[in-house]
């Protein structure tokens, strides 16, 4: 998939709130099953969503490239993966004021 093409995807799955909110819970706690997500959504966030909501919203990570999932058994993991906002960051880098790029 070309870069930018993925990073129209990244954004696409940031602007939600719910996507966002799944991602901070992959970073406090990685390779969670669709199950343990769903019930953190509901007791941490008060997120009433069905399961199959939360797995749209996972696949749109997914698509984006931002989580990745490995099957265990009947159980499918998700795993939060950093590195499509490293093309972000590398197209727009980080400069201080009165600093060349």
Do not use: N
């Amino acid at each position: 998939m070309p870069i930018l093409t993925r990073m129209g995807d990244v954004f696409k799955a940031l602007a939600d709130p719910t996507r966002r909110t799944i991602l901070d819970e992959l970073t406090e706690r990685d390779d969670q099953t669709l199950f343990e997500i769903c019930v953190r959504l509901t007791s941490r966030h008060q997120l009433s969503l069905t399961r199959q909501a939360v797995s749209q919203h996972l696949a749109v990570l997914e698509e984006a490239g931002l989580i990745t999932t490995r099957k265990q058994g009947r159980y499918k993991f998700h795993h939060l993966d950093t590195t499509p906002l490293a093309a972000i960051f590398e197209r727009w880098p980080v400069t201080r004021k009165g600093q060349a790029p």
